[in-house]
């Protein structure tokens, strides 16, 4: 949870970077039309606000791999506990029952071989 609110303020901290970019450029614009030579003045301007716009793209998606990654690895950890304890369950339930359960299966008589070396292996 901590995670997905700390992506989601990242978020929307870039989407801000971005908001006030176009802004500054837009009063750029706007202030250039005033002078004798708006080109001289813009062209430099325009081409710093573009660098600075992609550094903050590239950041962003570095950020967003690095996180959907750590996710990633988050959840595979939470199923591998999941697993474990669902298999903690059933080593406990066949201590519990392994005496009940071979004697079933030897009362059912089955003659396949490789289920008489499961019952063989419970036994064991």
């Known amino acids: ?19 006030k970019s176009d802004l500054f450029h837009k009063y750029a614009l706007r202030n250039a039309a005033n002078l004798i030579k708006p080109e001289a003045y813009l062209k430099p301007l325009e081409q710093k606000i573009k ?11 570095t950020v967003l791999n690095a996180w959907h990654h750590r996710k990633k690895i988050i ?15 059933v080593f406990v339930w066949i201590d519990e029952h392994d005496e009940c359960f071979v004697s079933k299966l030897e ?14 292996a419970l036994k064991w």
């Open 107 to 120: 009362e059912l008589d089955i003659n396949d071989d490789g289920y008489m070396d499961f019952v063989r």
């Open 1 to 19: 949870e901590q995670l997905d609110e700390n992506k989601h303020s990242f978020l929307r901290a870039c989407t801000v970077a971005r908001q």
């Open 51 to 61: 660098n600075v716009s992609t550094i903050l793209k590239n950041k962003e998606d």
């Open 75 to 89: 959840d595979e950890y939470l199923q591998y506990i999941s697993f474990k304890r669902n298999t903690d369950k």
